[in-house]
């Protein structure tokens, strides 16, 4: 049997691309309903079902695992079971991955590390929104800002300025640009 699995991705909320891609290369799929984590019930089905010789397809490794440790955890799970994984963005399968040269793992793994930590940081904004807390630096007073725009076109020094309504430089910066637009 071949087995896909999907789930929600930080780019991929619905899974609809997940799913275009797998549906005419799995005889089923297991489709997880949110992204986080924990509680990845369908997955723990799927590892329940596979059977030596089967094959689990996922589009990329973030997919299938949260942490490069939990990676290697269902490669090791699936390596005593006799199961393939493949990784279709990746183009690589766990019977071969030993095959492939270091550099070449490192760019999978650096890839892998960097959807890791956006998948965790669109789930952590999604619940923070949904918290109501507001997301981003807080803005500076209206105030301070005018205060801040009136010195630097009396000339005073941007140290000055910074001393004395807080406003960094790049900030200062950044306002000025847009106003003068």
Do not use: W
């Amino acid at each position: 049997m071949i087995y896909g699995y999907i789930r929600p991705l930080y780019n991929d909320k619905q899974s609809q691309n997940q799913l275009n891609i797998l549906r005419s290369k799995c005889d089923r799929i297991y489709q997880e309903e949110h992204g986080t984590p924990k509680k990845r019930h369908e997955l723990e089905a799927l590892l329940m079902e596979i059977q030596p010789g089967d094959c689990i397809v996922v589009e990329k490794m973030i997919a299938l695992a949260d942490t490069f440790h939990h990676l290697m955890e269902i490669l090791q799970v699936c390596e005593k079971d006799n199961v393939r994984v493949h990784f279709l963005n990746e183009g690589i399968q766990s019977d071969t991955l030993l095959h492939i040269y270091l550099q070449d793992m490192m760019v999978y793994v650096l890839q892998f590390q960097s959807d890791s930590i956006k998948q965790s940081t669109t789930q952590g904004m999604y619940e923070a929104k949904q918290q109501g807390k507001s997301i981003g630096r807080p803005k500076k007073s209206d105030e301070n800002i005018k205060k801040a725009i009136a010195m630097y076109h009396d000339g005073f020094k941007l140290f000055d300025i910074k001393k004395e309504t807080g406003i960094s430089k790049s900030t200062l910066y950044r306002y000025l640009e847009s106003f003068e637009r």
